[in-house]
């Protein structure tokens, strides 16, 4: 009689599921960007290599974080066009002494993310920090748009 470990079933019913975020967000960037601006990118559906991006707003700024674990922030690349925050950059391969990789888990290779604004920005004061694989964008709403507060005499 032989011993088996019990192994729990999986619990995604199809392990590509979650490549259908990746396909709405490829989608939404299609629609987003004006079309010419497409030409020329190699695409990215299904390539499984997009980080996460969260935006935030306050009422001074918007902010973006978004998760670039084991890059350089010279492989990172911002951009601010016509109210669209793009984020783009490469990871690399890490080359070992010749070892043969038995698995493989971690993304390699570019990717670039575009990001409508929900509101005008100050683009001459936009900042960004990059630390312990997490990179953040600050971008300071234009004068106009923010909300003021009015005295009443």
């Not at 729990?8 to 019913?13: E, M, N, T, W």
């Not at 990871?91 to 570019?110: I, P």
């Given at each position: 009689m032989d011993l088996i470990r019990y192994q729990a079933p999986d619990l995604v019913p199809w392990p590509a599921l979650g490549r259908w975020s990746n396909l709405r967000d490829e989608l939404n960037s299609f629609f987003?960007?004006?079309?010419?601006?497409?030409?020329?990118?190699?695409?990215?559906?299904?390539?499984?290599?997009?980080?996460?991006?969260?935006?935030?707003?306050?009422n001074d700024n918007v902010v973006a974080v978004v998760e670039l674990p084991g890059m350089r922030k010279e492989d990172i690349d911002i951009s601010l066009h016509d109210g669209t925050l793009t984020i783009s950059g490469e990871r690399k391969r890490d080359s070992t002494g010749g070892e043969k990789a038995e698995r493989t888990e971690r993304y390699v290779g570019a990717f670039r993310r575009s990001i409508a604004l929900p509101t005008r920005v100050d683009a001459s004061k936009v900042s960004a920090t990059y630390r312990d694989g997490i990179l953040t964008v600050t971008l300071p709403k234009a004068e106009e748009v923010k909300p003021k507060q009015i005295q009443v005499s």
């Amino acid at each position: 009689m032989d011993l088996i470990r019990y192994q729990a079933p999986d619990l995604v019913p199809w392990p590509a599921l979650g490549r259908w975020s990746n396909l709405r967000d490829e989608l939404n960037s299609f629609f987003e960007m004006p079309f010419w601006s497409s030409f020329g990118r190699p695409g990215q559906l299904f390539t499984g290599w997009s980080p996460a991006l969260d935006l935030y707003q306050s009422n001074d700024n918007v902010v973006a974080v978004v998760e670039l674990p084991g890059m350089r922030k010279e492989d990172i690349d911002i951009s601010l066009h016509d109210g669209t925050l793009t984020i783009s950059g490469e990871r690399k391969r890490d080359s070992t002494g010749g070892e043969k990789a038995e698995r493989t888990e971690r993304y390699v290779g570019a990717f670039r993310r575009s990001i409508a604004l929900p509101t005008r920005v100050d683009a001459s004061k936009v900042s960004a920090t990059y630390r312990d694989g997490i990179l953040t964008v600050t971008l300071p709403k234009a004068e106009e748009v923010k909300p003021k507060q009015i005295q009443v005499s």
